[in-house]
């Protein structure tokens, strides 16, 4: 048996605060071997990142290391002082953060970043370090190394900057790479690329990887060994496919339950139920005082016919030489009463866009879009006011989607002062009431939103959307920035919410086992185009489009391991 | 790039225009300048000749361009009340401003990012709070207030260095310089330190500021993942991100230390434009203010443009959209 590369011994954290200590790492141990790709899998606050920081001997004030060890290659690093730690920083630990988008610093070229990590690390010259950059660019498959060389990173797309992000990680050939959920914030073509990426340098280079993610999938398709954390200390440890396909803790168990199938349709999302933070949702009450919506007069509720939207790509003088770039190309669809229509697709492949125009956020440049028979896009002011008091929306950021200096009862409470639904008197009282209906105390009114988690944001979010009682709901990625067991409940108010109060959804998602969950019928879209409707069963058994099927196929197959 | 610049060169133009016809407006209607211009004892002769002479017979537009049309030459008419071309005042007085906006722009902007970096770097030390409170005075306490407690503490008390004048100034083709002199330059300082004092607060409680904020981002713990050192990291990835919107503020507060050379001058008694400005005022002398106006808002414009040129070298992001 090979010696591990870095052995984590009974490490804790600790990090003083006014209540004491708290500890958000304890008594964690594990091993990697060369060449081994470890995922360390729990949800956001398990402790995954914080170990991954002390690693690299990059953990923030006031957090320390309280006891334990941390052996590389059979040295210890975590009592050096400060300058040796960072000596080891770079060269024999690398390091891939989660956001590709603001890893890279944006006025330097991708070649003076590469450049200066090589010539600090490696003490060779320009030239040399120049040389090696280059050939490092080609390592990672970023096509046409040289010209790529002297762009900046906002000419990358998400994808390449990571791929631009491993190679600034493997500069020194370090023995070991901390990369703290590398693909959470890309689409499922661009994580399988850069997961097969990373899979390929273990085996090549012979250097072990600690793959933190909350992602079940990610952790089935990519690692050999599994380390499960949950509050702060290791739950289980194991090799991948027996920790998946039998685990042992009860934590994982519940873990693995949550995650959503995308061959089974299920009636509600299953939640992870350990440590008994399933909230109570009372949907009735809500539906006791919601106003059925009226049927529309079609049976179609929204109808969408050929809408296209077109974004200036190169400014000029002359209208002539302006060069488009065509984001929504020709597309229709309906969306029936009570529905659920589900949008998939790339990023880049214009979901977004289709869903601000249905909201009028953004004019359409071609097309009409029909809610309930009336064209919106030839509306009146008085009439588009109206018909927004009818549609809400639900983005994707429940951490910028919420003004951090209003109090969330001002936040509820605006549609409601807006649209003139309510007397002032009474909306206090009907905040309170929404509030209730997902899962929220009433004391949440006082507070800011920072003083809330994502998954309690977003709920703040469902409840501002729901103050207007809209006949219809446009979802926009609203879990992706949610782990799995908060995805579950997320989810489960939606659909809930759907059901009982009979509002019509159009739910975008790139994550497919979830579209199969919550929708009745699927649009694909790819590079502005609505290629393939269907129901959502028809589309999961059998596609038409080749394009659909290669989605599909890209799906995390964790579902698969596990049965 | 060139379209941005192109653009960018047409809206300056336009606020010219624009501070022109303010300018011009001061003639008719600040009073009718045939009046001050002449004494009591003048004849309808006089009056008419001079009227025909200053070109005020002519209707209003026709006045505006050619008012327009000789001030873009420099021609802004004759002082009132010196008698001479307001070109030549202006030419004789503008070296003793320039050279005292240039040395307070250098000491409000070099001081000003050094104090802000470090303050943002050791934000927790002693010398960062200190400095900190004490930036609450610089920016608190009026111009002429700082000026005086100088001129009281350094001339009067301790006398080292002169309360008012530029002292010995050299002359180098028709530019008088007093940085050559030993008296010059000890002159400069307390006026240089009085202009220069709020903007460099202003400067650095900014550039503090944007510096926190840059130090957070994911690329600068991306950069310590790298290994990089905290020199690397702090005055080479986070620096540059921190400039670009300190740029546009430096920019606006230089085009400020020219205009509010007024007060300055006005305390040390400095024989620059300011003191030429206020002087004008009280004696209504209309073509020097017109002037005075005009090179101030040129000023502003050019130092502008040139910034958001220099944004445009910072930021590789605006290259691209501004194409």
Redesign the interface.
Known sequence: MTEPVLSIRNLTVEIPTRRGLFKPVQNVSYDIYPGEIRGVVGESGAGKSMTGNAV?G?LDDPARVASGEIWLKGRRIDNLSREEK??????EI??I?Q?PL????????IGEQLV??IQ??LKVSATEAKERALALLDRVSIPDPKTRFDQ?P??FSGGMRQRV?IA??L?SEPSVIVADEPTTALDVSIQAQVLDLIKELASETQVGVILVTHDMGVIADTTEQVTVMYSGEVVENGPTDKVLSAPEHEYTKSLISAVPRPQVKLHRFPQVSYGGRETTFKIEDLARNWHKPEPSKSGKLVEVNGITKKFLE????LPSRRTYFTAVDNVSFDIKDGEVFGLVGESGSGKSTVARMIGTLLPVDGGHVKFDGDDVTEMSAQGIANYRKQIQMIFQDPFSSLNPRMKVESIVAEPLLHHKILPPDQITGRVHELLDRVGLTRAAATKYPHEFSGGQRQRISIARALATQPRFLICDEPTSALDVSIQAQILNILKDLQEHLGLTMLFISHDLPVVRQMCDRVGVMKQGQLIEVQDTETLFAKPEQEYTAQLLDLMPRLAQLSG | MLPFILKRVFQSILVLVITGAIAFSMFTFVGDPIDNMLGQERTMEDVERLRAQLGLDKPIPVQYFKFLNEAAQGNFGVSYRQGREVSEIIMERAPATLELAALSAIFAVVMGIALGVFTAIRRDGFAAHFIMSASLIGVSLPTFLIGILLIYLFSVELGWLPSFGRGEVVEIGGWTTGFLTESGRKALILPAITLGLYQMTLIMRLVRSEMLEVLRQDYIRFARARGLSERVINFRHALKNTMVPVITVIGLQLGAIIAFAIITETVFQWPGLGLLFINAIQFVDIPVMAAYLMMISVMFVVINLLVDILYAFIDPRLRVSAK
């Open positions: 690299i990059l960072r000596a080891i920083r770079g060269r690398g390091m953060f956001d603001t890893s890279l610093n944006p006025l330097f070229t200066e990590t600090l690390h900046y906002h000419q992000v600034l990680a500069c190169k400014s000029a003088i």
